[in-house]
């Protein structure tokens, strides 16, 4: 379009919110990177050996937890009964449930409804496995016959995060900004 053509391209039709904001909403929470998995060593916290946990979300107020889980060794991993839904996107590696025929595998969303109880197994041959998974109420870990052994919950996700931002330096608050 040259300078002396009018303008006759249709106007903005955006229009943002002219009201006052609703009270006591949330601060929308934004974290980058999320596929590239490109972000600082420190951010992983350890879970057991070669197993991490980087937080996303913890929803304290609705009781659930979003997180990316990496897993570098192959086996079980746990076995564990769910209190409430779990979704789980699978960004690298494959893993399945012994109790299942799918495979979680690169690119796959799985759903794991409320009171499934599975055994997590990741192959050999999978160097490394990092799986987005959305997980709401607890894991129960469970011995073969259901007996309840240990839990796992956004309370207990934030307690480990915290403790181990301290320790590497980014400070207990560094949970902060996850915490909704
Ligand atoms: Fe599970």
Do not use: C
């Given at each position: ?63 659930y ?15 564990h009964?769910h209190s409430g839904p779990v979704h789980a ?21 799985a759903f794991e409804p409320p009171?499934d109880?599975h ?14 998974f959305h997980v709401t109420g607890?894991y ?41």
């Amino acid at each position: 379009m040259s300078s002396s053509t009018p303008d006759d391209r249709p106007k903005a039709t955006a229009v943002a919110y002219q009201g006052e904001p609703l009270p006591n909403v949330s601060e929308d929470l934004v974290v980058p990177n999320i596929l590239s998995l490109d972000f600082e060593e420190r951010l992983w916290v350890p879970q057991a050996p070669d197993i991490w946990f980087r937080p996303i979300l913890f929803n304290v107020s609705q009781g659930y937890f979003v997180n990316l889980l990496r897993v570098r060794r192959s086996g079980i991993l746990s076995r564990h009964r769910h209190s409430g839904p779990v979704h789980a996107t699978t960004l690298r590696g494959k893993w399945h449930y012994l109790e299942h025929p799918w495979w979680a595998t690169e690119g796959s969303h799985a759903f794991e409804p409320p009171g499934d109880i599975h055994t997590l197994e990741v192959p050999d041959g999978v160097e490394e496995m990092i799986t987005l998974f959305h997980v709401t109420g607890a894991y129960i870990y469970v011995d073969p016959h259901g007996a309840p052994l240990g839990v796992e919950d956004v309370f207990s996700k934030l307690s480990s995060a915290k403790a181990h931002y301290e320790k590497v330096g980014l400070g207990a608050a560094y949970v902060d900004q996850f915490i909704r």
